[in-house]
């Protein structure tokens, strides 16, 4: 049996980015960048008004603050004609400044008549109001860099500047199995022996949260419906979570079917609570995560082995625990890493009662799992212990 | 023109919890629960098996350790007969202890022959490997309080006590409309006087990260088709968001339009930068937020106003600006409250350059907003801002 930190870097070393694809901007949201992107145009593309007003060349104040308004110009447009000396043109917020002028004066600080205006700004120097073509990037310029997950923020910046495709790693592909005899679907009338299935549901919100889809599937203790179903899953998708029968009883069918499959098991059981039989395996080109049935153990699970694979597999980085101040007293057993689930807060951490692995009520009241080391036995306010946050 | 915490009164006091809805509990991920959700059965619905070992009566074991196997029971079955004076039933993980036994000894502390089983765990006790019934929740227990948003953690606890479906508050139908004859979308060829539109795709991830869907319409600088669009769509969403046109210019016809049709208008003008000509409205039930055109102002409106609004109509609350010390110098006018892109970390946050509102390359580098008030002017390493997580 490995330690924690021993299934940690097998995983590591086994799981790489997925290969890179190009797709529409608003497709990449949450996706890794995997080429930089560079600018195609200035940006403004061209020297535009900052405001409502009046373009007119600054030179031309020394003479008078009078000026004819000879032309309009609107956002979208352009103006084609030649400024004179003490000419104007009538400007609309973003629209290009005429070629000859330099300057835009706010309409509120103007007096205005049929053809003329009257700049009674002063304050006004040269170039105000105009924001300058290429002032939030230039041509060529890198606009983001390869590794930056794409937020709401860089799809805006990279619209702006007239981008609308972009090269990213794709994510994994995931498909869910659960297994066991005793499960039944939640509505359903509870029948002896039977308990509700909780897992799937789970497990697939988990997986929505981080934007992913996933497929969903149940399958009983039979090892020939399980070889079947890695078979053909293992074909087609990234990654395969399977809950229950992970363990070495006689109705734990998971490495089994793996091994007559021909997988490849790179580890099964951890030094750890909960999830002490989890299973790390490739089938094909899938990687395989064999997860304990308990709910709260898959969860543990889930949260630590399996969300830092899939980020590493769309380019993120492996997830770094965080630092947080115990608050309250815990004892364990020494030679297993507990994860335990835990509340925190303003740099304290509060491990919750209720830890067994097949107790979900404090999982639906925790916002981190606290990780307490294989050797160490007692926890007493003030240690500082790692934390997850969920 | 009103200041920011005018604004954000008006729209609390305007803006409702939609009404509430039921749904299948994997669609509730993300919403608010309406109504306290209590347990329809204890869980675990039956005493059950921790491990795979054997079930026999604890007392028995003062006579001997030794024990006839009589039967076997796996999870999903029951066994139905009756326990004799050391007599012990095979059990696996999660299967229905027999009616008679209280203990199970896991497989690895006992010695086990054809038909009978030594018990050789010196530490175990009355109970041992038992999951006792209701030991996660009793029938009729509140399960979960109305107010919590649903995540995967609740989703697991819920479907394990068989709940299938939960009472939620409605998500607001999101209706985005982009507005200026100056906008092209990204990927075409740049023309004179044009830039390339970015707030769709901008407002759309925005959402898409709050789990929200959006329709997305574009509409040139017309009074006309402005009124037209407004008038359907206020019929059929909950909130309308408006980029463009917002402003008091020729070609601003979102106040016009509005005003023409009957809109309540609430306010229009904040005395904040950037954002100053933001609009909030009613139009039949659609509430109206009008947004600057340029993007990095149309995006510090959305994360002020809109994202909260959204918040509290799907049963949120507004969400609290944090706290942070600056890290450098910024100076500003007297007379708007400033929200500047900046980058929080380890309590510290530093105001970025570029807060331009047609900017957006800060934008892309901020994971915050800090809020810089209306009165003050300078701002100094040590002070203490308000800052709203990005």
Redo the contacts between chains.
């Keep these: 049996m490995i330690s924690v930190p021993e299934a940690f870097d097998i995983i590591k070393q086994q799981v790489n980015k997925l290969p890179c694809h190009t797709v529409a901007?608003?497709q990449a949201?949450?996706c890794v960048l995997a080429k930089p992107v560079f600018a195609l145009?200035d940006?403004?593309?061209?020297n535009?008004s900052?405001m409502?007003g009046y373009a007119f060349r600054f030179a031309d104040l020394q003479y008078s603050p009078n000026f004819s308004v000879i032309g309009s110009?609107?956002?979208?447009?352009?103006f084609n004609g030649t400024l004179m000396k003490n000419e104007a043109v009538r400007i609309?917020?973003?629209?290009?400044i005429p070629v000859d002028a330099d300057t835009v004066v706010m309409?509120e600080k103007t007096i205005q008549n049929t053809h003329t205006v009257t700049v009674t700004d002063e304050e006004i120097t040269l170039g105000s109001n105009v924001?300058l073509k290429g002032?939030?990037?230039k041509v060529n310029e890198m606009?983001?860099r390869a590794g930056n997950s794409i937020?709401?923020?860089?799809?805006?910046?990279?619209?702006?500047?007239?981008?609308?495709?972009v090269t990213v790693y794709q994510k994994p592909s995931v498909c869910i199995i659960t297994t066991?005899?005793?499960?039944i679907?939640?509505?359903l009338p509870?029948q002896?022996?039977?308990?509700?299935?909780?897992?799937s549901?789970?497990?697939?919100?988990?997986l929505?949260?981080m934007?992913m889809q996933t497929q969903l599937y149940a399958c009983d203790?039979s090892m020939q419906h399980l070889s079947n179903l890695l078979a053909a899953k293992a074909t087609e998708t990234d990654v395969i979570i399977i809950t229950g029968g992970v363990?070495v009883?006689?109705?734990d069918f998971v490495a089994p079917a793996l091994k007559q499959l021909g997988a490849q098991i790179f580890f099964h059981k951890v030094k750890q609570k909960p999830g002490k039989p989890l299973l790390f395996a490739k089938l094909n080109n899938a990687f395989i995560f064999g997860l304990p049935?308990n709910?709260a153990s898959a969860?543990s699970c889930f949260y630590n082995y399996v969300k830092p694979a899939l980020h590493l597999m769309q380019g993120m980085v492996w997830p770094m625990y965080q630092t947080a101040l115990l608050q309250n007293t815990f004892q364990k057993k020494e030679g297993l890493t507990h994860f335990v689930k835990s509340v925190c807060n303003n740099g304290g951490v509060t491990i919750l009662n209720g830890q067994?692995s097949?107790?979900?009520?404090s999982?639906?009241a925790?916002n981190c799992m606290a990780v307490l080391p294989e050797t160490a036995t007692h926890f007493e306010p003030g240690m500082t212990l790692e934390v997850l946050p969920?």
Tied chains: 1, 2.
């Design positions: 901007l608003p949201f949450n145009y940006t403004p593309p061209f535009n900052a409502d110009v609107s956002a979208g447009s352009t609309f917020t973003g629209a290009c309409q924001r002032s939030q990037n606009l983001v937020n709401e923020m860089i799809i805006g910046y990279l619209a702006s500047a007239g981008i609308d495709k066991g005899t005793e499960l679907m939640p509505g509870l002896p022996g039977k308990i509700f299935e909780s897992n549901w789970m497990l697939n919100a988990a929505n949260k934007f203790d363990s009883g006689d109705y049935g709910p969860l067994e097949y107790l979900l009520n999982f639906a925790a969920l």
